[in-house]
């Protein structure tokens, strides 16, 4: 499974199962459904019943359950104080630490600009601090449903 794949499927049991990248806002959505986190599987595992509500979730965070079979390039402008920064539920940019490098998600780039050498606190790193204008990046191999979530969160579809 790639980095960004969404993945619905049968157990041998009877009972449906997602597996999709981590996102800290997912088991929270998923437990609320009756799901629960098979360690073995690497994947929530939840009632049939529950199908639609599951993939609405996961939808609701990701942007897109069904695979268009077509990838493109967004490119979005990432501003604020927020760490990690995060579109449609991809990874883009985080600082582990105040004073460490910002670090990029797999297939993101900057195109325009430049992160500062630190931000935030030791206790609360972020990307920077509010005088700071942003830096543009670009996010390769977006599947296009999920692309079109991004267009919707402020980012632009550029190839």
Do not use: C
Not at 65 to 78: A, I, K, L
Not at 104 to 118: A, C, D, I, N
Request: proline share 6%; aromatic share 8%.
């Amino acid at each position: 499974m790639s980095d960004n794949s969404i993945k619905f499927g049968n157990m041998q049991s009877g009972q449906r199962y997602v597996r999709t990248p981590y996102h800290p806002d997912l088991p929270a959505k998923l437990r609320a459904l009756g799901g629960k986190w098979n360690d073995l599987n690497k994947a929530w595992v939840y009632d049939p019943r529950d199908e639609e509500r599951v993939r609405a979730a996961v939808e609701s965070i990701f942007g897109s359950t069904t695979p268009s079979g077509r990838v493109v390039t967004v490119r979005w402008q990432v501003s604020g104080r927020y760490n990690p920064a995060r579109l449609a539920g991809r990874e883009i940019a985080w600082r582990p630490g105040r004073d460490t490098e910002v670090r990029l998600g797999r297939g993101v780039v900057v195109v325009e600009g430049e992160f500062p050498r630190s931000g935030g606190s030791s206790k609360y790193p972020a990307l920077w601090n509010s005088s700071h204008p942003g830096v543009v990046v670009e996010i390769r191999d977006v599947d296009y449903n999920v692309a079109q979530r991004m267009v919707d969160e402020g980012g632009e579809i550029v190839g």
